[in-house]
């Protein structure tokens, strides 16, 4: 059986009756009483102990371990319609505030994906749900109006003319 030094760790081997002796380390020179406290099994005795372990019992094991995590990443995965549906948005938002500068074409591109995008948020959970339809409507409700007035104002531009 071994016991490490206290000095500098050094595993000392000793034998079945050294238990409560003093012994001097053979690398650091200290003398310590050993103690039956922590009797360290020789290293090729441990090895032989653990080696068969990992090969049964852990696999089970890990996989309980693993699956939570797993199950988090696939909650983490069906949010995946929420960012799709607030990227939607973001464009939308984009096309409809450059849609002044494209003669309000934009603004029907707006509207189609502010459309979808409402559509897609319903699958989104919770707070990203909640924000990517919010942005969606919003973006819906403006285009709409945008497309409303641009058709008022070609209206009365013609009564104009
Ligand atoms: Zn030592």
Redesign the pocket.
């Known amino acids: 059986m071994y016991v490490p ?1 206290p ?4 595993a000392i081997e000793l034998g079945p009756d050294d238990i409560g002796v003093t012994v001097e ?1 053979v ?4 003398r310590f009483e050993t103690k039956p406290a922590r009797p360290d099994p020789p290293p090729q005795a441990s090895h032989r102990h653990f080696a068969p372990a990992p090969a049964s019992p852990p696999d089970p094991f890990d996989f309980e371990r693993e699956e939570p995590p797993r199950r988090r990443r696939e909650g983490d995965g069906t949010d995946a319609p929420g960012v799709v549906a607030l990227v939607f948005g973001c464009v939308a938002a984009v096309m409809l505030l450059i849609s002044p500068v494209t003669c309000g074409l934009t603004a029907w591109v707006a509207l189609a994906l502010s459309l979808v995008g409402s559509c897609v948020s319903f699958f989104g959970r919770s707070n990203l749900r909640v924000g990517s339809l919010t942005l969606n409507l919003l973006v819906f409700l403006f285009s709409v109006l945008a497309q409303a007035a641009l058709v008022a104002l070609s209206l009365a531009l013609d009564r104009a003319r």
């Open positions: 030094c000095g500098c760790g050094r380390c690398r650091c020179g200290q």
